[in-house]
């Protein structure tokens, strides 16, 4: 077993940069000992600052370079299939940011090549699951300390979107995080997805139906709802409301000081995804290390990118058509049991 994980970052953009600080300053057992990024002037800022870390403008070139035991892959999901091939035959472990990859079949040949090596070395970055009201949720939900859970109600409200986020991104993009949410809380998979397109904002751009009413089944028939309204300008949520037979739990309002000063009162509504959930970044970081150091891998696996990426494809379709589509999956390998 390696002593410390030398990780090559793959990808030195927004998630990526977050990461080499999160590694280089945070996380125990871990260095960034490279980083790759075709923009040569990307993979110079990144490693301005992290001593050892070497710089690259393709991913074989640094696995050939011997430094490197691990992968943290952060490019934008339609690189991911290649680069993950890549790491499972390097034999390595690896974060893979979601998407596992951006469409169903494609997610199946990484789990199907994986289960073929016949040991986990992927975890996906659904970093929710490592939010502490996430897991507080999860375990009153296993636990059935208020019976059993009967619906879920999900808000999802990001102030704005970038260039180019399209009305596909609001479920590829956003709603990919309810689908492994609400798969985490409950332990099922999803059996159907609806989209419902109503009133929109004025505030979204061109081609963006915005906001989206996302309407879920579970195995057991958990009912789950989303609202997905990313162009909502007031700041960042995340947040759920569960119904269970004895009592109401709800995660993610916003909780910190509450300040009254020049005749006003209340407290901040958070920004964006990377204060709501810098916690739970951490902390599925130094949980891949720990894991990593062990030979294992824990957190979500392929499977869960390929069963998130089923359930994007159903959402999409339902998006375009109006229907309730059904979520198609292909038998679990014994590796994910
Ligand atoms: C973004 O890619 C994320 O992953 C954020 O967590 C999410 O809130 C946002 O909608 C996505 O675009």
């Known amino acids: ?8 970052v793959v990808g030195a953009g927004r998630m990526g940069a977050d990461h080499i600080q ?49 992968v943290l892959l952060a490019t934008p999901g339609f690189l991911h299939h290649d680069a993950l091939l890549k790491v499972l035959e390097a034999d390595i472990p690896v974060l893979c940011e979601k998407p596992l990859t ?21 975890q996906v970055g659904f970093m929710r699951r490592f939010d502490a009201e996430y897991q507080q949720l999860r375990q009153l939900i296993g636990n059935q300390g208020l019976g059993e859970l009967l619906v879920l109600h999900h808000q999802h409200r990001n102030p704005s979107t970038p260039e180019g986020f399209t009305n596909e991104m609001l479920i590829n993009d956003s709603v990919v995080h309810e ?17 419902r397109l109503g009133k929109a904002t004025r505030n979204a751009p061109n081609g963006q139906h915005d906001p989206q009413h996302v309407l879920l089944e579970t195995t057991s028939g958990v009912l789950a709802d989303v609202e997905i309204y990313v162009n909502a300008k007031f700041g960042y949520e995340v947040a759920t409301q569960a119904s269970f037979e004895d009592g109401i739990v709800s995660i993610g309002n916003d909780a910190g000081p509450y300040v009254r000063t020049a005749g006003q009162w209340g407290g901040k509504v958070t920004p964006g995804f990377e204060e709501r959930f810098g916690a739970a970044y951490d902390t599925e970081i130094q949980s891949w290390v720990d894991a990593a150091l062990q030979g294992e891998i824990g ?5 869960d990118g390929y069963a998130t990426a089923a359930c994007c494809e159903a959402g999409v379709e339902a998006q375009r058509t109006g229907a309730k589509v059904d979520v198609v999956l292909n038998s679990k390998p014994d590796l994910y049991n």
Request: charged fraction near 25%; aromatic fraction near 6%.
């Open 1 to 8: 077993m390696p002593e410390i994980l030398r990780v090559a």
């Open 179 to 195: 689908f492994d949410a609400i798969r985490f809380f409950t332990g099922e998979e999803i059996t159907s997805v609806q989209v």
């Open 299 to 303: 957190g979500p696996s392929a499977w």
């Open 22 to 70: 999160r590694i280089h300053h945070r996380i125990s057992g871990a260095e960034v000992a490279a980083v790759v990024d075709i923009d040569l002037d990307r993979v110079n800022a990144a490693i301005d600052g992290i001593p050892g870390a070497k710089g690259y403008t393709d991913l074989d070139a640094a696995l050939a370079g011997g430094d490197v035991n691990a």
């Open 102 to 122: 951006p469409d169903a079949a494609s997610s199946w040949e990484i789990v199907e090549a994986e289960a073929k090596l016949g040991r986990k070395r992927i």
